[in-house]
């Protein structure tokens, strides 16, 4: 068998584009040989360390393309805190079978009690299940839609928005919406229904949306397709910050401030 020194290898895996065996052979084949593998357990061994590193890099890739606004993971979130949230459940949502079905998930509750945590870490378990993800505030989302309907551009920012496998739409009722905003979002919940999952967040309840959009004949439409295929969590409980706020001691003395000018007007 003809011999194959160290620089021709490297320019094979090159060809080949395996970079993460081409990066680390030495060590890797130090490490093989110490472990005293056979030739089919080191094969093994250097291809799942080549997949590692492909894997390792689409995932780095995919939740830039995300643009979540932060980073958060489940570990991270305070089931204590927020009793109303069952661990189970999430941690079920966390495999995205969900979204393998293009079914929906509704995050409905206060400002400040971890929707938009729970949002950005099912958005990455989804990346690392490889799915595409998007993340967008409702306003933005709107704002983009109505933009692109001025310009003539509408079909194609729709089809953008209804491109990721999961489409993550933040803070729905928060900011008042476009005038048009109800026929805009409808649009592209019928371009993604059935065929892309969403995760919205809102805090309000979806009776309530009608007045959020300004048309509560669009947006029962958009609720009709949207719970078709749809979990509902709605949580109940304090905001996080305010909480906070409350331990360090800052809303009794803001009170206490209020109080205080309050006495100095009156006197």
């Given amino acids: 068998m003809e011999t194959i020194d160290h620089d021709a290898l490297v320019a094979m895996l090159d060809r ?3 970079t993460a065996i081409r990066d ?5 084949l130090d490490e093989a040989a110490r472990s ?10 250097l291809v ?3 997949i590692a590193r492909r894997d390792e890099r689409r995932i780095e890739m995919a939740t830039k393309l995300a643009q979540f606004p932060f980073v958060r993971e489940l570990e991270g979130f305070e089931w204590a805190a927020q009793p109303s949230v069952d661990q189970r459940q999430i941690r079920e949502l966390a495999t995205c079978r969900w979204i393998a079905h293009g079914d929906a998930l509704l995050f409905l509750g206060p400002p400040g009690t971890g929707k938009t945590h729970l949002a950005v870490s099912l958005g990455r378990a989804a990346i690392r299940h490889n799915y595409s993800v998007q ?6 989302l709107v704002a983009t839609l109505a933009k692109a309907h001025g310009d003539g551009r509408l079909d194609e920012q729709l089809t953008i928005y209804a491109r990721p496998k999961l489409l993550i739409i933040d803070e729905l009722g928060y900011l008042p919406f476009e005038p048009d905003a109800a026929h805009l979002f409808f649009q592209l919940v019928s371009r993604r229904y ?4 969403m995760m919205v967040t809102s805090n309000r309840s979806v009776v309530e949306w009608g007045t959020v959009f300004g048309d509560p004949v669009v947006a029962t439409a958009i609720l009709d397709r949207l719970l078709h295929h749809c979990s509902v969590i709605t949580i109940r409980g304090d905001s996080y910050r305010l909480r906070e706020k409350r331990r360090a001691g800052l809303l009794q ?7 205080q000018q309050a006495e100095n007007v009156n006197q």
């Fill in 253 to 259: 003395k803001a009170g206490t401030a209020h109080e």
């Fill in 16 to 18: 080949l584009k395996l």
């Fill in 24 to 28: 680390q052979l030495d060590t890797l």
């Fill in 135 to 140: 993340f967008v505030t409702a306003a933005t």
């Fill in 48 to 50: 799942s360390r080549e």
């Fill in 194 to 197: 059935e065929r892309g999952s």
């Fill in 36 to 45: 005293d593998m056979t030739l089919r357990e080191a094969l093994g061994f």
